[in-house]
């Protein structure tokens, strides 16, 4: 399959679908803080908190995430405990993202001399940075990124277009898509249009979709979608508890099982469903990823948070 056969549109009407999503972008839009900012370091926060976390309820934690840390050098000399008990305390998802943004923080002192890298290449070097990651930092602080994919772009190409659902085909319709040198402002303006425009729930009509002229699904009435994964319910999930076994045991410092159970969970009973067999898998867990401590002491088993 070629370009052309991905995204079935001639250059004047690529020209034009163009210009018409940057126009309505730039008339109006979101207006969160990380849109008004080209520094790498604030940007890559922001990535990354909202990879778990919905946009309205980033922005305090970011905010408050940089008045702590204001600059990569500030968040590589941190107390790694301190930054995983942050995310923890504002339910920021998994807490392995915490120390994975401390350590690229870390990199770009000790590799970088301090300066961030610039290209999606040389971002993904960078520890838990991903793809999607490396490319978004580096549209929105350098400008020279590659079209985003996510899930609102391949919802928009998909009934806008009527590509395939076939991860190749967006790809390649999102690059002939974006403008050369433009990645900052399309990449915004592409995924704004899928947040409030084309959701899962399309409001094309009461948003502006500035591309209904062209869109397939608006002609159609078919505004069926790439199948979107579902996010689950953090309330009393294992992300949840394992936030309150780094939050606990950043107060108390150590502590042994029958001590910090029912410190995670009211209903801790050692022999029950939620009891030691439960929290010594929580345990092994954040072991895993580095943060918490195990060992046998006069035989129990005694929990800390790694610093």
């Known amino acids: 399959m070629t370009d052309g056969e991905a995204l079935r549109i001639d250059e004047e009407t690529l020209s034009s679908v163009r210009e ?3 126009s309505w972008y730039e008339a109006d839009h979101r207006a969160f ?33 940089l008045d702590r840390w204001p600059t990569a050098a500030d968040l590589a000399a941190a107390d790694r405990a301190d930054v995983v008990a942050f995310w923890s305390d504002h339910s920021l998802g998994y807490n392995n993202r915490a120390k994975y943004l401390h ?3 870390q990199q770009v002192r000790d590799e970088y001399e301090g300066a961030f890298p610039r290209t999606p290449d040389e971002l993904s070097e960078l520890m ?28 928009v190409l998909y009934r806008a277009f009527d590509l395939p659902d076939d991860d190749a085909a967006f790809e390649r319709g999102a690059e002939r898509l974006m403008p050369g040198g433009r990645s900052r402002v399309w990449n915004n ?9 084309c959701e899962k729930v399309p409001k094309c009509d ?5 591309w209904r002229e062209w869109c397939h699904a608006y002609e159609t009435g078919d505004f069926t979608a790439p199948d979107v994964p579902t996010q689950p319910e953090f309330e009393g999930s294992r992300r949840q508890m394992r936030g309150r076994v780094v939050s606990t045991l950043k107060e108390y410092d150590e502590l042994a099982l029958d ?26 867990d954040l072991a895993e990823d580095g943060l918490v401590g195990i060992e046998r002491r006069d035989g129990d088993t005694v929990a800390s948070l790694k610093r």
Not at 143 to 148: L, T
Not at 189 to 197: F, R, W
Not at 261 to 278: I, K, L, M, Q, T
């Open 259 to 284: 001590e910090l159970g029912p410190r995670v969970r009211v209903d801790y009973a050692p022999d029950g469903a939620y009891g030691r067999e439960w929290l010594r898998g929580l345990l092994e």
């Open 189 to 197: 303006a592409i995924m704004e249009l899928g947040g409030v425009a």
């Open 206 to 210: 009461e948003a502006g979709c500035p």
């Open 128 to 155: 838990g940075v991903g793809p999607y990651t490396a490319n978004a930092v580096a549209s929105f602080a350098f400008n020279n990124g590659d079209a985003v994919v996510d899930t609102n772009v391949k919802r």
């Open 20 to 22: 018409a999503l940057v």
């Open 103 to 105: 350590e690229a923080a």
């Open 33 to 65: 803080p990380w849109r008004e900012t080209d520094d790498p370091y604030e940007i890559l926060v922001s990535e990354v908190m909202s990879q778990q976390t919905q946009l309205d309820r980033v922005v305090d934690a970011w905010e408050d995430f």
